[in-house]
């Protein structure tokens, strides 16, 4: 079964860091390019950050750019967001999702979705 | 306020066909045939509908079709039924600097 399961999130203070973890199975995660979108309860979806297959380019929305860090771990199935600096706007519903092309620039759709991992930054 | 615009609500009776909008740009939808649609039912994750544009995944019922027209991309429900009823977002690429952009999502309530 194709499967995208996300963990990580909690609830942490403003200023502090977290790390989500997605883990992968029932595909070929090395062929895809990989991206996190997050939706604020009730909110609609924003696209947060991806990389392609290989790692050798990743893509930050402007929101989080120099706060987050995206990786991935082909050997393990496994996509990573590190969030610093957390600020309460960041709270959000972060979905793992699959491309289905392995590079950024052909990028025409995302065929699998994680169920989510919540994060709530608040003091 | 997000990149690519859609209405916020829209009404279709049921077995009607009805069509969804999604504005954005030439930096975006304009300059690229990477759209993509999604649905969505209250506590779930998104599901992908249309991707480059037209094409369906497979298993998908061809009632949903999806266009482009310049800068605009409309995705077509027909023969409207009670399971299509959900928020729709549409979603493109937009180059090597933003990359990706959603629209703010459309609530179809099916009368």
């Known amino acids: 079964e194709v499967q995208l399961v996300e963990s990580g999130g909690g609830l942490v203070q403003p200023g502090r860091s977290l790390r989500l973890s997605c883990e992968a199975s029932g595909f070929s995660f090395d062929n895809h390019a990989m991206h996190w979108v997050r939706q604020v309860p009730g909110k609609g979806l924003e696209w947060v950050s991806g990389v392609t297959w290989n790692s050798g380019i990743m893509g930050y929305a402007d929101s989080v750019k120099g706060r987050f860090t995206i990786s991935r771990d082909n050997a393990k199935n496994s996509l990573y967001l590190q969030m610093n600096s957390l600020r309460i706007e960041d709270t959000a519903l972060y979905y793992c999702v699959k491309d289905m092309k392995p590079i950024l620039r052909l990028a025409d759709g995302f065929d699998i979705w994680g169920q989510g991992t919540m994060v709530t930054v608040s003091s | 306020q997000s990149a690519l615009t859609q209405p916020a609500s829209v009404s279709g009776s049921l077995g009607q066909s009805i069509t969804l909008s999604c504005t954005g740009s030439s930096s975006d939808i304009g300059s690229y045939d990477l759209v993509s649609w999604y649905q969505q039912h209250p506590g779930t994750a998104p599901k992908l509908l249309i991707y480059?544009?037209?094409k369906r995944p497979s298993g998908l019922s061809d009632r949903f079709s999806g266009s482009k027209s310049g800068s605009t991309a409309s995705l077509t429900i027909s023969g409207l039924q009670a399971e299509d009823e959900a928020h729709y977002y549409c979603?493109?690429?937009?180059?090597?600097?933003?990359?990706?952009?959603f629209g703010g999502g459309t609530k179809l309530t099916v009368l």
């Open positions: 979603c493109s690429y937009a180059g090597s600097s933003t990359f990706i952009v």
């Open positions: 480059g544009v037209t």
